[in-house]
Structures are given as structure tokens and as C-alpha cells.
């Protein structure tokens, strides 16, 4: 098993290119149970919805798990978290080739 060390889970993109959803899978596990950092519900959700955006289906049932432990504003507030996580770690995308006229 691979093993990988984050000095700060939020200073994603954690290296050059896509994140893939077992790292962000990964990091919801650590908030979850406290792996190496305290327990944190609303950090944990962050991750398991970006890793379930990611087509992580565990990640799916963790969420929605830990969801039923969380008020209503714990909730809004890690969505927020994963929407300004998404903002800031999108792709830049490329421009468009001028088309001829």
C-alpha cells in the first residue's frame, strides 16, 4: 500500500494535476476517525463529497453517514468548503483555437 504524507490537507492540489478521489478519500478517512488529526465531521464531509464527485462510491455512503451526525449548519458548512475547495483547485482551462473567417 502506497503511503503519503500531507503537511496541510488544504494546500491541495496536493502536486501537479487532477487530484484523484482516493486521495480526497483518504483525507475524509483521516477526519473521520482522527488518523494523525483531530476529528473533525465538517472537514471529513469536504472530502468525502469531493471524493464522491470524483466517482467515489464509498465516499457516497460516508458522507450521508457522517451527515446524520452533523446539524443542518455543520452541513452548509462543509459544502461550502468543498465549492471553495473546487473553485480554487479547478483546471484552468484552455482557451479555444481562433477560428479562421
Given at each position: 500500500m502506497a503511503r503519503f504524507e500531507m503537511l496541510d490537507a488544504d494546500s491541495a492540489?496536493?502536486?501537479e494535476g487532477p487530484v484523484a478521489g482516493d486521495v480526497l478519500f483518504e483525507l475524509g478517512m483521516m477526519y473521520s476517525v482522527g488518523r494523525d488529526v483531530p476529528v473533525d465531521l465538517i472537514s471529513?464531509?469536504?472530502w468525502f463529497n469531493l471524493a464522491a464527485v470524483k466517482g467515489?462510491?464509498?465516499a457516497i455512503r460516508l458522507r450521508r453517514e457522517i451527515?446524520?451526525?452533523m446539524s443542518d449548519a455543520e452541513i452548509a458548512v462543509a459544502q461550502r468548503a468543498a465549492r471553495?475547495?473546487?473553485?480554487g483547485n479547478a483546471a484552468t482551462?484552455?482557451?479555444a483555437p481562433a477560428m479562421a473567417a
Open positions: 492540489p496536493l502536486g471529513a464531509h469536504k467515489n462510491a464509498e451527515a446524520n451526525q471553495d475547495w473546487l473553485r482551462p484552455v482557451p
